[in-house]
């Protein structure tokens, strides 16, 4: 009996460390009309605080993981991250990709991460696997660009953030652009 109980409450300590795991991730959320208004509305935005406003809310579209152990993932991975806390939000983006593999935000995070470690050959594969499910992604089309200018790499960084301001013209990165198309790698 008391082998029972220390093994329930090692089940239980395990249990309450991660997120709740369901057996398979739905699909993603279909957030594509939302965003078109979305991006309509900030290519028509008066001023960069009305177009910051729009941007919180496409970030809010592409957080919205497909199901609660997603989200349990992608939360646990952001706190981590935001703590510098790289190998511990890595393990948590590592396990929602797995989860979700067809769910952007998964590996877009994940790039963002190693970008932070100033591992952009690793951000790299990541931010296209997030592109390829969301290509109107403007945060991984950005974190493109930027890993791209680390790379030394500025005429595919210029085209990856011509992209991004097509869909948002208020991009605080829309000044990197003058500096890459005049052919500048070192900004």
């Given at each position: 009996?008391k082998?029972?109980?220390?093994g329930?409450a ?8 991660a997120?709740?795991?369901a ?5 993603p959320p279909?957030?594509?009309?939302a965003?078109?208004d ?5 290519q028509?935005a008066k001023d960069?605080?009305d177009?910051?406003r729009?941007t ?5 579209l592409w957080t919205d ?6 989200q349990?993932?992608?939360d646990e991975?952001m ?5 510098f806390d790289?190998?511990?939000a ?10 979700c593999?067809?769910y952007a935000?998964?590996y877009?995070?994940?790039?963002f991460v190693n970008y932070?470690?100033q ?5 790299l ?5 997030a ?8 945060g ?8 791209l200018i680390?790379?030394?790499?500025p005429?595919e960084?210029?085209?990856?953030l011509r992209r991004?301001?097509?869909l948002n ?7 990197l652009l ?5 052919g500048?790698?070192e900004l």
């Amino acid at each position: 009996m008391k082998n029972f109980v220390a093994g329930c409450a090692a089940v239980i300590s395990v249990a309450s460390a991660a997120p709740a795991m369901a057996t398979e991730c739905p699909p993603p959320p279909d957030h594509r009309a939302a965003l078109s208004d979305l991006f309509a509305a900030a290519q028509k935005a008066k001023d960069e605080a009305d177009a910051q406003r729009l941007t919180a809310r496409m970030w809010g579209l592409w957080t919205d993981a497909p199901d609660a152990t997603a989200q349990d993932w992608l939360d646990e991975g952001m706190s981590r991250r935001d703590v510098f806390d790289f190998t511990g939000a890595t393990e948590a983006f590592d396990a929602l990709v797995a989860y979700c593999p067809d769910y952007a935000e998964g590996y877009n995070q994940r790039a963002f991460v190693n970008y932070m470690r100033q591992d952009y050959s690793a951000a790299l594969p990541d931010l296209n696997r997030a592109l390829d499910r969301q290509p109107r992604h403007t945060g991984a089309l950005t974190g493109k660009a930027l890993t791209l200018i680390a790379l030394h790499r500025p005429a595919e960084a210029a085209l990856a953030l011509r992209r991004a301001l097509k869909l948002n013209p208020w991009l605080s990165e829309r000044h990197l652009l003058l500096g890459l198309e005049a052919g500048e790698e070192e900004l």
